[in-house]
């Protein structure tokens, strides 16, 4: 059994930065890409920044020059740095990876969600 468990969520003054980690774990062989999603209330679940395995990074324009993206391959890791945090940066954060378990195929995990607000 695979599963992804998020930390790092939490209220922070707008201009501030936050940073989340996904770590995975399990049966796994290999992951694939990583990434970070956002829902906000009302809003449809859009995607924030994503990670290869080679490290190739993809980023949001709403987000490109504030937020990094990282990962740790022997950590099975996925870290978010945010910088200047904005009001609208506000949502509930999802890790994602689409994992090779030891004993299943390709599948697409996500974790239970973080909570980021950005208030002053």
């Known amino acids: 059994q695979v599963q992804l468990v998020e930390s790092g969520g939490g209220l922070v003054q707008p201009g501030g930065s936050l940073r989340l980690s996904c770590a995975a774990s399990?049966?796994?062989?290999?992951?694939?890409?990583m990434g970070w999603y956002r829902q906000a209330p009302g809003k449809q679940r859009e995607l924030v920044a994503t990670i290869t395995s080679g490290g190739s990074t993809n980023y949001a324009d709403s987000v490109k020059g504030r937020f990094t993206i990282s990962r740790d391959n022997a950590k099975n890791t996925v870290y978010l740095q945010m910088n200047s945090l904005k009001p609208e940066d506000t949502a509930v954060y999802y890790c994602n990876a689409g994992i090779v378990g030891r004993y299943s195929d390709y599948l697409p995990y996500w974790g239970q969600g973080t909570q980021v607000t950005v208030s002053s």
């Open positions: 399990g049966s796994i062989f290999s992951i694939n890409a």
